[in-house]
């Protein structure tokens, strides 16, 4: 993926300097064609299209800021009310994900999320034990996270 990243820089640059327009509007039409040249011979590159990844990351940032703006919308909702009906508790959510980094990912992005918070990581990596401010169902909570973030960082990373 940086080799294509670096290559696409590279013929962006080159398009700059063969057309003698030392702008940004040059730099983008080159990287633009860059992008194209590569999409077209993908097949020679090991790994996918950089762009799927680059793709998947925005997809991912834009669901974190979904899930923030409700979350806050709903612990709102629950703190406004008189006797604030909140059911707190720790449940054991399950994972998939392998290397270090998307677990933390993972456990940064629920506990940003107002209302929840992780409050371990078992030893095998395997599980996170989270606590929840409000918590209905088990099951729904962990497919909830496991649709959306954990399905969301296996596009970036896989």
Not at 67 to 91: D, H, R, S, T, Y
Not at 109 to 120: E, H, S, W
Not at 129 to 152: C, G, P, Q, V, W
């Amino acid at each position: 993926m940086a080799f294509q990243i670096m290559l696409n820089f590279f013929i962006a640059f080159l398009w700059m300097f063969l057309s003698v327009s030392f702008n940004a509007s040059t730099f983008i039409v080159g990287f633009l064609l860059g992008m194209l040249m590569l999409w077209i011979t993908k097949g020679f590159f090991p790994g996918r299209f950089y762009m799927n990844r680059v793709l998947a990351v925005i997809k991912l940032i834009m669901l974190f800021l979904r899930e923030l703006i409700m979350a806050n919308i709903q612990v709102l909702l629950l703190i406004i009310q008189p006797k604030m009906p909140i059911k707190p508790a720790i449940f054991a959510l399950p994972i998939v994900l392998e290397k270090d980094w998307e677990i933390t990912l993972l456990a940064s992005l629920i506990t940003l999320t107002p209302g929840t918070l992780v409050l371990d990581v078992s030893k095998d990596s395997k599980i996170l034990y989270i606590h929840a401010l409000h918590y209905d169902d088990a099951d729904e909570a962990i497919d909830s996270i496991k649709n959306t973030f954990e399905k969301a960082i296996q596009e970036v990373s896989r």
